[in-house]
């Protein structure tokens, strides 16, 4: 039955990856795949996240089946992270977590296509790459609309206020909660305003996707569209990750939350959601929800856990102003102050195709085909060879 198979090309980024590690070149940069590096390089694991497991390991008695919803002090302690104590007691909200953001975005897609097969969801052009795989792959219908013009360097607000105005009521809207991937240029409070204001009045449904709470601006600050659009419709959909700010990238948790307009609604919401997990993965996994159960329950570990965060948003932010700084100097003819007003992991730098490949072939720096990014690529140490390449092939 497999003769009719034919290989598949590898994924862009996985692609990127094994290039970067057989290139025998002492002085490369990888700035492609989407982690978190510290200032040697390397993704390391949070004190606060070894201190949870070693409680975990010495308290945990069973490894028996967690329910298809997942662990309900993790699902209680997201929900408040996501939503702020006094909403998320609302019974307007049914959270269960998953495997990873990725898995809360397709038991939504499956949510979806139960609720109106006919739907469009609506992705910002451009969006994360698996954004289109995870959820056109599942059989919704997609479709775009204009969210960031690389000439301009900047969001396109009023062409994406246009599209979103001619939408069709009952269609679902793709959001970046914060730090989007891959520009990194997030919407302003005002913004924000204007279109929660345009989706209620469109009676459109909200689908946000958080995946760098606590890389932007703060972890209640990265939150305040979300909390706004609770104020402002009465569906939506919030997917939500922990692999960036736990560092729990292995460990694949995150969450799907999922807002009705009442709690007869939410309950109908909740146990499509556990039918469609039960037939797709049956039982999330549970230790990274442990570690953040533990994290977020424990005012001590909770406190240490935030000031890890800040360090590493602190990081990021020094890291573009660095770049900024260093491109300035080597290339002085050329704007990239996009790249410091941007916010999270990603930047588009502003090459082109053909520059992205000169990059990597004559000074071993990798990156997206996009020229997307990963700031946290950057070090002190590399920062200077970094700029001195892009200023050669402009």
Not at 105 to 110: E, I, K, P, W
Not at 172 to 180: A, E, S
Request: hydrophobic share 40%; proline share 4%.
């Amino acid at each position: 039955m497999f003769e009719n198979l034919e290989a598949l090309p590898p994924d862009a980024i996985l692609k990127l990856i094994a290039e970067y590690r057989d290139d025998p070149r002492g002085q490369k940069i990888d700035l492609g795949v989407g982690v978190y590096r510290d200032q040697h390089g390397a993704t390391p694991i949070l004190d606060v996240v070894k201190q949870a497991e070693q409680l975990i390991i010495g308290e945990q008695q069973s490894k028996a089946y967690l329910g298809s919803g997942g662990d309900p002090d993790c699902n209680a302690a997201i929900q408040q992270l996501i939503f702020g104590q006094e909403r998320a007691a609302s019974e307007r909200i049914a959270t269960l977590h998953t495997p990873g953001g990725s898995g809360a975005l397709r038991v939504a897609a499956g949510l979806i296509l139960r609720a109106n097969k006919d739907s469009d969801l609506w992705l910002c052009e451009p969006t994360w790459a698996n954004h289109i795989p995870l959820l056109g792959g599942a059989g919704i219908n997609l479709n775009s609309y204009p969210y960031y013009d690389q000439e301009s360097q900047r969001v396109q607000f009023t062409q994406m206020l246009d599209v979103l105005n001619a939408i069709p009521a009952g269609d679902i809207v793709l959001l970046h909660g914060c730090c989007h991937n891959p520009t990194g240029m997030d919407l302003s409070h005002d913004q924000w305003q204007e279109v929660a204001g345009v989706i209620a009045v469109r009676q459109l449904v909200p689908f946000i996707d958080i995946a760098y709470q606590g890389f932007a601006e703060g972890i209640e600050e990265d939150a305040w569209p979300i909390r706004l659009m609770f104020d402002s419709v009465p569906e939506m959909i919030i997917a939500s990750s922990c692999s960036k700010n736990f560092g729990l990238y292995r460990d694949r948790i995150g969450s799907l939350s999922l807002v009705g307009r009442d709690a007869a609604e939410s309950a109908v919401l909740k146990s499509q959601a556990h039918n469609i997990v039960r037939s797709m993965y049956s039982v999330p996994p549970d230790h990274g929800s442990a570690i953040v159960s533990r994290i977020l329950n424990d005012a001590t570990l909770n406190s240490q856990w935030l000031v890890e965060l800040n360090s590493m948003r602190e990081r990021l932010k020094s890291m573009r102003s660095l770049l900024v700084s260093a491109l300035h100097e080597h290339a002085p003819e050329h704007d990239f102050s996009h790249i410091e007003r941007a916010n999270g992991l990603f930047s588009f730098v502003g090459v082109s195709d053909a520059q992205v490949e000169r990059l990597k072939s004559e000074f071993g720096i990798y990156m997206v085909a996009s020229s997307r990014i990963n700031v946290a690529g950057i070090t002190a140490s590399n920062v200077d060879y970094l700029a001195e390449s892009v200023a050669a092939v402009l």
